[in-house]
């Protein structure tokens, strides 16, 4: 039995399976090399937005924007210079307003609108105070 052309036949696949073994290996350390850049990519990101936030910790506060009204930066103005909490009878006392009841419910509501915006805090039910 002449078992030469089965042999042949044998090293032809073993030449196409060693082609494509070393292929592969190829391919594999390009794909390795390319995830070691992209894991590095990914870790200075990481570490720029570390660096981005803690700056913008540290950096002054964007005022928030008002309403436009001539009132909203009067009202801020006699908040940041009280000592303590004011409610709104106050700060129409303090912006020369008549203390009828219209303009002290349209000084609250300017308040209270301003707290809804995160602008003022309210310490004790109608009494208010400046978050800066």
Do not use: F, W
């Not at 030449?15 to 794909?31: C, H, K, N, W």
Request: with cysteine; glycine share 4%; proline share 7%.
């Amino acid at each position: 039995m002449d078992i030469q052309p089965l042999l042949d036949a044998l090293g032809l696949q073993e030449e196409a399976a060693r082609a494509l073994a070393g292929d592969l290996r190829t391919q594999i350390e390009e794909l390795q090399a390319r995830l070691r850049e992209a894991e590095t990519r990914l870790e200075h990101l990481a570490i720029t937005r570390k660096t981005v936030t803690a700056l913008a910790d540290r950096g002054p506060a964007v005022p928030p924007d008002l309403p436009e009204h001539p009132d909203y930066p009067r009202i801020l103005a006699v908040l940041n210079e009280a000592t303590g909490p004011l409610r709104a009878r106050d700060v129409c006392e303090a912006l020369n307003y008549e203390l009828l009841p219209k303009n002290i419910e349209g000084t609250r509501a300017k308040l209270k609108h301003l707290v809804k915006l995160d602008i003022l805090a309210e310490a004790d039910t109608g009494s208010l105070t400046s978050r800066q």
